[in-house]
């Protein structure tokens, strides 16, 4: 059996020098990783820093690392961290380390929760101090503009 031009185009079926032929799709792939390696494992690591209200006694870190442990969700369901999440804490700061993806903003959308319950949010804010930290701070209010308030 001969082929044309046009059905070997059509077809996706390639001649080989000898003029056999032969389909594309049945070549091995040439950069193909080996099969026997994994892929890494990789951890998400997360902190949270709580020093200056816990210093000054308006926070109970305990009280939010209890929280975390209730409310994280794992595979949609809360309190499922088993092996997957691992939530510590060290004096002021909270850690939570992840085997499986965990986002960042998840911590803050948690730790913005805890704070509304605990009617602490008008006080407290939540920021990013670097990459894997948030950090725990009051709010910035000036003298200023209390004063001119005040007049009005």
Same mark, same amino acid.
Request: charged residues 35%.
């Given at each position: 059996?001969?082929?044309?031009?046009?059905?070997?185009?059509r077809c996706?079926?390639?001649?080989?020098?000898?003029?056999?032929?032969?389909?594309?799709?049945?070549?091995?792939?040439?950069?193909?990783?080996?099969?026997?390696?994994?892929?890494?494992?990789?951890?998400?690591?997360?902190?949270? $820093?709580?020093?200056?209200?816990?210093?000054?006694?308006?926070?109970?870190?305990?009280?939010?690392?209890?929280?975390?442990?209730?409310?994280?969700?794992?595979?949609?369901?809360?309190?499922?961290?088993?092996?997957?999440?691992?939530?510590?804490?060290?004096?002021?700061?909270?850690?939570?380390?992840?085997?499986?993806?965990f986002s960042?903003?998840?911590?803050?959308?948690?730790?913005?929760?805890?704070?509304?319950?605990?009617?602490?949010? $008008?006080?407290?804010?939540?920021?990013?101090? $670097?990459?894997?930290?948030y950090e725990?701070?009051?709010?910035?209010?000036?003298?200023?503009?209390?004063?001119?308030?005040?007049?009005?």
């Amino acid at each position: 059996m001969t082929l044309s031009a046009r059905d070997v185009a059509r077809c996706g079926i390639n001649k080989d020098r000898a003029g056999v032929a032969s389909s594309v799709l049945a070549r091995p792939a040439r950069n193909m990783a080996p099969k026997d390696k994994k892929p890494k494992k990789s951890t998400w690591k997360f902190n949270l $820093d709580l020093t200056h209200p816990v210093e000054d006694g308006i926070f109970d870190s305990g009280n939010f690392e209890q929280f975390l442990r209730e409310k994280v969700k794992v595979n949609g369901k809360t309190g499922n961290l088993g092996n997957v999440v691992h939530i510590e804490r060290f004096k002021n700061k909270i850690t939570v380390v992840s085997e499986k993806q965990f986002s960042k903003r998840y911590l803050k959308y948690l730790t913005k929760k805890y704070l509304k319950k605990n009617n602490l949010r $008008d006080w407290l804010r939540v920021v990013a101090s $670097d990459k894997e930290t948030y950090e725990l701070r009051y709010f910035q209010i000036s003298q200023d503009e209390d004063e001119s308030e005040s007049e009005d």
